[in-house]
Nanobody
């Protein structure tokens, strides 16, 4: 099993920025896909962004965050990031890190992001 630890959440005003980090306890090369998901109160968990770990990685974004959020990873540090710009109150949620391989899907404990208007 892998441990995933998110950090970087907090309270920010609308229009501001935050960078989330997800530190893995072992090499992220073991995973086919890593991603960020979020869940607001009373809502289902939704995709924010994913990144593949291949020779040439590819990214995918939820429609609501395209052109505002950027997912990236640092393989040497076993860490994935989510740069969030132009934040909106509707981005308020608990953000979760996920790592998937063929036979396992692991989640972090989540980090709260609150955007005030």
């Amino acid at each position: 099993q892998v441990q995933l630890v998110e950090s970087g959440g907090g309270l920010v005003q609308a229009g501001g920025s935050l960078r989330l980090s997800c530190a893995a306890s072992r090499s992220i090369f073991a995973f086919n896909v890593m991603g960020w998901y979020r869940q607001a109160p009373g809502q289902q968990r939704e995709l924010v962004a994913t990144i593949t770990n291949g020779g040439i990685s590819s990214t995918n974004y939820g429609d609501s965050v395209k052109d505002r959020f950027t997912i990236s990873r640092d393989i040497r540090k076993n860490t994935m990031y989510l740069q969030m710009n132009s934040l909106k109150p509707e981005d308020t949620a608990v953000y979760y890190c996920n790592a998937r391989s063929v036979d396992v899907s692991s989640w972090g404990q989540g980090t709260q992001v609150t955007v005030s208007s």
